[in-house]
């Protein structure tokens, strides 16, 4: 099967390119990510990716342009809450795989999103078959959750950059927040 692959980050790439090579399909990786904040981590994080391409020969393209707005537009407050958003994340990253998948002959769509304990597996799913409906295309679903802790161990092992919080704005202060919280319980 030939496969477009959602890329969140290098360290969730490498147990799905894996796994599609060792299942014999051919697959192409995907970069559209414009909910990681700031620009500083886009770039950290596409940096990333571009050293894993390079050194295990990876297909991907991109849309490279640093372009939040895209990402801010889904939401009419500043400061949404977390399942709400995040489903509207997974849909504007899909959809547009989803899209570029159909438009360019590919037989299936993924997101390495699917490996992550801390993703909504089940959410995105949902929104993976409901779009694979509208675009008529396959979702490839695979339950890379198991994966997870070899991925990490291996991307300290690759020296890649692994970032400290989900991407968007949001989850940076989500996360400063609960350590900042954490200090307290521990005083």
């Known amino acids: ?59 991907i393209s991109s849309i490279e342009e640093y372009e939040p707005e895209e990402y801010f537009n889904l939401f009419e407050i500043t400061n949404p809450p977390s399942p709400e958003r995040c489903k509207s994340c997974y849909r504007l990253r899909l959809e547009k795989t989803a899209g570029h998948a159909q438009r360019n002959g590919f037989d299936a769509f993924t997101t390495t999103l699917l490996i992550s304990p801390y993703q909504d597996f089940n959410g995105i799913k949902l929104i993976g078959e409901e779009l694979a409906d509208k675009y008529n295309i396959a979702f490839y679903l695979n339950d890379f959750r198991p994966y997870f802790r070899d991925a990490m161990a291996l991307s300290r092992e690759l020296g890649l950059y692994r970032q400290k919080y989900c991407g968007c704005i949001f989850s940076k202060e989500e996360k400063k927040s609960n350590k900042n919280r954490a200090k307290v319980k521990s005083i």
């Open 1 to 59: 099967m030939n496969i477009l692959l959602h890329i969140c980050c290098s360290n969730c790439a490498l147990y799905p390119v894996k796994i599609l090579k060792s299942e014999g399909h051919d697959f192409h990786g995907f970069w559209f990510n414009p909910n990681i904040h700031p620009v500083e981590e886009y770039s950290l994080r596409l940096d990333s990716l571009m050293k894993l391409k390079k050194n295990w020969d990876i297909n």
